[in-house]
Each structure stands twice: as structure tokens, then as C-alpha cells.
């Protein structure tokens, strides 16, 4: 299972976990995986890409994405890819947890 741990301060996101693996189909044809991998991976990219607001740590099965700054562009593009993942959970509700801290 991917558990993504979301955290947020003054209702602003400073913090995505994102780690395991979907498991739910073998490693290299798992599109839960590669769906996840891929939002997440666009998402900083796109930040980094009009701002240096970001750092992140990739590891295999591990993504730390953290804000250096709380800024209306990271903001607006972590809450889409939380919208996304959240999507995705509804469809994958075995293979994906979401769990929010404040």
C-alpha cells in the first residue's frame, strides 16, 4: 500500500510523504505506482520550474516533497496534486492511504 502523509500548517501544505508501493500489480507494471510516481514527479518538477520553493528527497519508494517557503504557486500546485492523489485513492482504495495532519 502507498501511505501519503500530508501536512499542513495554518491550512497551508508543508509537508507530503509518499511512501510503499501499491502492490497492486508486479513491480515495473504496477499503474498505481506509476500514476502516483508521476503526479508527484510533475508536481516539483512544475514548482522547481517557476520557483525555487521546494526541496525534495527521492528514494526508491520514498518522496519527502517539503516547502522552503509557503508561496501562492506551490500552494495552488500541491493542493491539485493532493486533489489528484485523493482521486486516485477513490479509485484504488486498497492500494492508496491518505492521512492529513495539522
Do not use: F
Not at 517539503?66 to 486498497?94: A, C, H
Amino acid at each position: 500500500m502507498i501511505k501519503i502523509n500530508i501536512k499542513r500548517e495554518n491550512n497551508s501544505v508543508y509537508e507530503i510523504v509518499i511512501k510503499g508501493h501499491a502492490n497492486y500489480d508486479t513491480y515495473g507494471n504496477d499503474i498505481v505506482c506509476a500514476a502516483v510516481s508521476t503526479m508527484a514527479i510533475t508536481t516539483v518538477n512544475g514548482i522547481l520550474a517557476l520557483e525555487d520553493s521546494l526541496d525534495y528527497e527521492e528514494n526508491s519508494g520514498l518522496l519527502i516533497i517539503r516547502t522552503k517557503e509557503n508561496t501562492d504557486v506551490n500552494q495552488k500546485l500541491l493542493d491539485n496534486l493532493i486533489t489528484m492523489l485523493e482521486e486516485l485513492k477513490s479509485q484504488y482504495p486498497k492500494n492508496i492511504e491518505i492521512r492529513n495532519e495539522d
